[in-house]
Every structure is written in structure tokens, then in C-alpha cells.
Nanobody
């Protein structure tokens, strides 16, 4: 059993930066690849980034590539998402997920999900 808790969301002006974190409990985070997804009101959950269990490889959605950076610290059971140059269209609830070893862009490939943290980007 794994519990994931996101934190760090908030309100930021367009062009600003924000960092969100996901802390795992119940099982060491190093057992899984991790993914970040986001969901805006009225829209389906959207892939943001995946990171392998070792943190050696990452895969970003085109919409965030070059602006977002995902990293992990397995000793702290924590995965991070640094978001720079934020845009209003980045506004969503951001969810972290755990599953597999190398990461995936598909929600169905993840076993565990956090409750999400709200990120709002104003213009």
C-alpha cells in the first residue's frame, strides 16, 4: 500500500514559478516510477511528466517541456515538480502517481494516486 500526498500548490502570476512536491508513505518511493498529471475543470486528466524509479530518465509533455523540471529524492520518498514560466493554461489540479519502473504517459499504468494540489496561474 502506498499513500501519496502532494503539496506546494498555490496562486502565481503568469511568468512566475512554483514548485510542488509529492511525499510517499507505506512503501519506499524507489520501488516505482513516478508521474505528474494535471486536470483542469471540465477536462480529462492530462499527462505532464514521468520519471523513472532511478530518476535517470524523464519524459515531458510537449506543453511543459523546457519550463517544468521533475526530480526525485528516493531517500526522502519525495518527487518534485519545478514549474517555471507558468501560463494561465497551466492552471489545474496537479496529481502525482506511482507505478511501474520506467514511467508512462498513460493514467492506467499507475497504481497509486495522490489527492492533488491546486495550481492557479493568473494573467
Amino acid at each position: 500500500q502506498v499513500q501519496l500526498v502532494e503539496s506546494g500548490g498555490g496562486l502565481v502570476q503568469a511568468g512566475g514559478s512554483l514548485s510542488v512536491s509529492c511525499v510517499a508513505s507505506g512503501r519506499t518511493l524507489s520501488s516505482f516510477a513516478m508521474g505528474w498529471f494535471r486536470q483542469a475543470p471540465g477536462k480529462e486528466r492530462e499527462f505532464v511528466v514521468a520519471i523513472s524509479w532511478s530518476g535517470k530518465s524523464t519524459y515531458y509533455a510537449d506543453s511543459v517541456k523546457g519550463r517544468f523540471t521533475c526530480s526525485r529524492d528516493n531517500d526522502k520518498n519525495t518527487v518534485y515538480l519545478q514549474m517555471n514560466n507558468l501560463k494561465p493554461e497551466d492552471t489545474a489540479v496537479y496529481y502525482c502517481a506511482a507505478g511501474g519502473k520506467y514511467g508512462s504517459s498513460r493514467t492506467g499504468d499507475y497504481l497509486y494516486w495522490g489527492q492533488g494540489t491546486q495550481v492557479t496561474v493568473s494573467s
